[in-house]
Structure formats: structure tokens, C-alpha cells
């Protein structure tokens, strides 16, 4: 496994890079072939390549990604290492050894007949070209399983998700010298500060109202900030950027509401708000049956207690809840500092955790779950 994870991490594969995705995909797809004695269907969508393996009608999905967040060249500075029980590397955690664990899970089962694979090379920036091929697939399974890093250094599966909403709030204003005559101005850039308190007032007001005790509040946070042409110029334009968390589909359709309600408070200025919800939330009754399951097989195999944690950001897990497939994530590899200088994986978690996948996908072939619509 660890030689495995060498090869992986070894090949870059940063998102925005199609020609490293296509090399990563290669490597990818003859590990796959090795541990299952098939070779996988290559998808290539707008660039992107997409791997899925097929056995039979599916039953069960396996979800991985084999993108990462970190640019070509970053191996020079991050080299591959394996040193007092701890693997480094770009993408280590996030989720090179979530695959090796996935494949290694597979080839110890006796059959795979009932099993879908699909590893998509667009998670780390929202999956925008496998999007619908992952829900597509989801529909006709009757469980999916994500091999994202665990929710934590210890092994908690990931059992709910918040959705995430991306907006721009475009605020127009009108120009003027700022010098001779900025009275005949309409200022974008104060108009947007009224906009960046107003979104912190509504988040502030969603922590309060829509508190949840497994997933936190709603969150609105203001981030990017830009406006203004030029130094002696009345901004003309300015726009903030928002980042919404919610617990709830109902949450998520109220502060879209909301954000869509806000009015400019100088005159003279108009308000443009685009954007929406970009995931929707994996609720915790999508992951119950398949926990369950996975903290008997856990206590089985004597790994002790398993514990289900709650999470703010979001995976092609959401995708898949949201399409009606009772889904559990965090079933990957077990480490800590997903995007980070500091990214690990524990070696001592290879082996229990592709144990833990090959079980679960055993009995989840075996019978329910399903109906959750």
C-alpha cells in the first residue's frame, strides 16, 4: 500500500492542470487495473479526466477524486516521506491514500460483482464537469461510499455535511473626479461597506435562528472585497463576495432569500446579486443506517469505537444525499491537514481502514440500505 501511495503522490495532479489530471488519471487506472483485474472507462469532459469501473449491476458506489488542491512543483519543496509512522506528500490525505485504501479494499473481496467505481478529476474546485455523471450514477446505486480523509486524526466518519451557497453582490454606483467634483458621484465602495455589515448582521442573525445541534449554525461570511478604477475616481463599481454554510435544504432556501432581499442604503446605487447554492447539504438521515453498519463492522474487527462528526465543508458526498442515495463519507484515510503544509496520513490506518471499506461493501451488496426519497 505504501508503494502505492509513493506512485500516487508522485504523479501531481493539480486541478487546474488537464495535462497532469490526464497523467494522474494513467496512474490511477493501472492501480485499478492491477488490485481488479480490470481496466475502467475513461470519461474526458472539457478536458477533465474521469476514471469509473463498472462489476455487474451497481449497487454500491465508490467515490474518489484524484485532483488535488496543490499547484505542479510542489513536490520539490513537500517531497514524498514515510518517517515514525507518518506519510507526506501533496495530496496524501487529500485523497491519494483514500484510493489506494479503495483499491486495496477491493482486491480482497471475493467478488465485485454489484460494484461502481468513479474517481473524478474536478473535486477540489466543485466538480463542474462531473457533476451530473456523479449524480447520474448515485441514482442507480443503492448506497455510495466516499473515500474522503476522516473527519479527524482519529478515524471519525464524516455523517453530515453542510451545503455551501456562493454569491456576488455587484453594487453600481457612478463615477466622478474625486478631486473637483465627487458630489456628482455615486460611491460604489461605500455602498459596498453598508452591503459587507449587512451581511455579517444576517449571518449573525442565522447563527442565531438556525442553530443546529449536530451541525452548528448558518453562516454568512463576507470574503473578497474589490472596487474603484482608479485613486482620484468615485467608484463606479465595487463588489463583495459571500460564502454561505447551511445545516438544512431549508436553510439554505431562506438565507438565499435573504441575501436576495438586500437593498442599497446609498442613494443613487443599485444592488446585481448573482450566485446561489453550489452544494447542496448532506443531512444526517442520509449516512444513519450505513453509521450504523459501519460501527458494528468496526467493533467487529476490533477498531474500537467508531464516532460520526459533522463537517462544514462539502464533497461529492453532498451530490450524492442530494440525489436520493443514502451516502457515508470520511472513510478514507486517517490523518489530519487536508490543504495544509502540515497534510499527513497515519501508516498504522492503511490497513484497519481498507478492512473497515471491503467489510461495509461486502453487506452494503449483501442488502439494504436504499429507499430514501
Wanted: glycine share 10%.
Amino acid at each position: 500500500m505504501l508503494a502505492d501511495l509513493e506512485e500516487l503522490v508522485g504523479c501531481e495532479s493539480f486541478s487546474a492542470d488537464h495535462t497532469a489530471l490526464a497523467r494522474s488519471a494513467e496512474v490511477v487506472a493501472a492501480l485499478g487495473a492491477r488490485l481488479t483485474g480490470a481496466g475502467p472507462e475513461v470519461i474526458v469532459i472539457d478536458g477533465v479526466s474521469h476514471l469509473r469501473w463498472a462489476f455487474g449491476t451497481p449497487r454500491v458506489l465508490l467515490l474518489g477524486h484524484h485532483d488535488t488542491v496543490w499547484p505542479l512543483g510542489s513536490l520539490r519543496s513537500r517531497p514524498w516521506s514515510v518517517e515514525a509512522g507518518v506519510a507526506r506528500g501533496p495530496g496524501v490525505l487529500d485523497m491519494k491514500a483514500g484510493l489506494v485504501q479503495l483499491f486495496h479494499a477491493l482486491a480482497s473481496l471475493p467478488s465485485l460483482d454489484g460494484v461502481c467505481v468513479l474517481v473524478n478529476g474536478d473535486e477540489e474546485v466543485g466538480s463542474p464537469t462531473s457533476r451530473q455523471l456523479i449524480e447520474e450514477t448515485a441514482r442507480r446505486c443503492a448506497a455510495t461510499l466516499v473515500l474522503e480523509p476522516a473527519a479527524d486524526g482519529q478515524g471519525a466518519l464524516k455523517t453530515a455535511r453542510k451545503g455551501a451557497s456562493r454569491y456576488e453582490v455587484e453594487i453600481h454606483g457612478r463615477a466622478a473626479h474625486a478631486g473637483l467634483e465627487p458630489h456628482r458621484g455615486v460611491n460604489a465602495s461605500v455602498e459596498a461597506a453598508h452591503q459587507v455589515l449587512a451581511l455579517a448582521a444576517l449571518g449573525a442573525s442565522a447563527r442565531t435562528d438556525a442553530a443546529d445541534p449536530l451541525l452548528g449554525a448558518t453562516t454568512v461570511t463576507p470574503t473578497l472585497l474589490s472596487g474603484g478604477s482608479s485613486r482620484n475616481t468615485v467608484p463606479a463599481r465595487a463588489r463583495v463576495s459571500v460564502d454561505v454554510r447551511v445545516p438544512s435544504g431549508a436553510a439554505q432556501d431562506r438565507v438565499d432569500t435573504l441575501i436576495r432581499q438586500l437593498t442599497p442604503s446609498t442613494p443613487g446605487a443599485r444592488l446585481e446579486i448573482v450566485g446561489g447554492a453550489s452544494r447542496p447539504p448532506m443531512e444526517p438521515a442520509a449516512s444513519a443506517d450505513l453509521f450504523a453498519l459501519a460501527r458494528d463492522i468496526a467493533a467487529e474487527l476490533g477498531q474500537g469505537p467508531l464516532r460520526g462528526l459533522a463537517v462544514g465543508g462539502v464533497s461529492d458526498a453532498n451530490q450524492t444525499a442530494a440525489a436520493g442515495c443514502p451516502t457515508l463519507d470520511g472513510l478514507g484515510a486517517v490523518g489530519e491537514g487536508a490543504h495544509a503544509e502540515t497534510e499527513y496520513v497515519r501508516v498504522d490506518q492503511l490497513i484497519p481502514r481498507a478492512r473497515l471499506v471491503a467489510e461495509l461493501i461486502a453487506r452494503t451488496i449483501a442488502g439494504p440500505p436504499r429507499p430514501r426519497d
